[in-house]
Structures are given as structure tokens and as C-alpha cells.
């Protein structure tokens, strides 16, 4: 048996999210149907993680295992991605890797982006590719509030309800904002994630950004693990899986 890894971008706009779904076309789905199909032989796949519906990767990793060895993995690559390309997914790299390496419980870090479109116009060529927000964010004060997500908290305040994590803790390692002209860029670091967390933090972010809440309403907000004084999550669409550390 032979173990590969492979590192994955997709645009997830029309997909139902990343899992194999009993219905919809999801990215897991489609990839290891390709790959089944290239290898003639039925393989499964391993992600990372969960994206969502509507969530993009810049990267994210699997893994699968096959019975024969892949002779050329650079015209594996270019075949997958022949069959792949159309649906707006792209393989990058396949690697080979020993049976220990896991593409889920081996990761040491995931790393998300947000990007939010701060203008007056709708960002058409980057359409679904962030949330656009008409009213101007504060970015300063929401740096502030950043801060207070870093650390080894109770998150039940950003967890969604259909959540199956066994604990609400987390540790989150970095929050990072950056605005470069209208684009702002939200970067989240931790080993892992509630479902909806980032999306969640980020709606809180937005609206300490428009000064709906103050600092002391964000903290008191954190500290009362109560999901429904949660601000709304933000859109799927400005969701990327940046990295996948090992």
C-alpha cells in the first residue's frame, strides 16, 4: 500500500462543501472520483478538515492510499487536473508520504483567511470571492478586539449549533488584520476549529468595525459562551482555507 498526500485550490461557490454529501456535488466526492478513475482503482479520500458550502482553499491537503505505486507523478498531476480544471478545482502538488502521516490528525496548525471587500461598488471580478460591505470599518479598533480571540478560551460564543466537536476549547495562536486599499484581510491560526467559528468571529469583528459594538459588548459577549448573542456569521463566500501546517 502506498500513501500520498495531495495539496488542493478550489473555488467551493458551487459546491455543497467538502464532505461527501447522500446528495449534491461536494469537492471530496468529485476528486476521489477522478482519482478512482485515473487509477482504476477505488481509493478514498482523507481531507484536512470541513469546508462548508460556499467556502474556497488556497490549499488544502488529503491524503489517500492506492495498491500500486504511481510511476509518474507529474503526468498523474497533469491528468488529474485535465479532468479536474472545468469544475474550477486544481490539484498542486502530490507527494509521496510513509503510512503514519494523516492528513487530518497529523496537522499542527490550520490557517483561515477572510477577505472583506470595505467599498461603495460591488467588486465584480472578485465577485464570491469576499463579503462586500458598504459601511466603513473602523480597522484599528477592530485589531483591538482581535486581540482579545487569541488564547486558550471556551468558544461556545462562535460555535454553530450543529457542531460535533467534543469541546467547546480552542487555542487560537494569531489573529492578523491587514488592509490593503479597500480589501481587508482577516488571518486566523489554530490547531483547529468549531463549526462556523471563523465566520462567526469574524461577524463580531464586523460589527465592532462599524461601531455597533462596543469593546466592553465584544468581551462581555466572548465570556458569556452564549451562541445567541453571537453577531451574525459572516458569508461563506469570503471563507479561504489558506494552510494546512505539519
Known amino acids: 500500500m502506498f500513501r500520498y498526500q495531495i495539496l488542493i485550490e478550489y473555488v467551493g461557490s458551487s459546491f455543497i462543501g467538502w464532505q461527501v454529501q447522500t446528495k449534491g456535488k461536494t469537492i471530496q466526492g468529485l476528486i476521489q472520483k477522478k482519482i478512482s478513475y485515473l487509477l482504476n482503482e477505488k481509493i478514498i479520500l482523507i481531507g484536512s478538515g470541513r469546508t462548508d458550502t460556499g467556502v474556497h482553499a488556497i490549499e488544502q491537503s488529503a491524503h489517500f492510499d492506492v495498491t500500486a505505486k504511481i510511476q509518474n507523478l507529474n503526468k498523474f498531476l497533469k491528468s488529474i487536473n485535465y479532468f479536474l ?10 507527494k509521496r508520504k510513509n503510512m503514519k502521516f494523516h492528513a487530518r490528525f497529523s496537522a499542527k496548525e490550520r490557517v483561515y483567511k477572510y477577505v472583506i471587500f470595505n467599498q461603495l461598488s460591488k467588486p465584480i471580478l472578485q465577485n464570491k470571492r469576499g463579503w462586500f460591505v458598504i459601511k466603513n470599518l473602523e480597522l484599528e479598533i477592530m485589531k483591538k478586539a482581535a486581540k482579545k480571540l487569541i488564547g486558550t478560551h471556551d468558544y461556545s460564543t462562535f460555535r454553530a449549533s450543529g457542531c460535533n466537536a467534543k469541546s467547546p476549547i480552542r487555542s487560537i495562536k494569531l489573529v492578523k488584520i491587514k488592509k490593503t486599499k479597500n480589501k481587508i484581510e ?11 467559528q471563523v465566520r462567526s468571529m469574524v461577524g ?9 459594538w462596543t469593546l466592553k459588548k465584544f468581551t462581555s459577549v466572548i465570556k458569556s ?4 448573542l453571537c453577531a451574525p456569521p459572516a458569508p461563506a463566500e469570503g471563507l479561504f482555507l489558506k494552510k494546512v501546517l505539519y
Open 204 to 212: 463580531c469583528l464586523k460589527y465592532i468595525g462599524e461601531k455597533k
Open 186 to 196: 482577516l488571518e486566523f491560526r489554530s490547531q483547529s476549529f468549531l463549526k462556523q
Open 85 to 94: 480544471n472545468k469544475y474550477e478545482i486544481a490539484i498542486l502538488k502530490i
Open 225 to 228: 459562551k452564549n451562541r445567541n
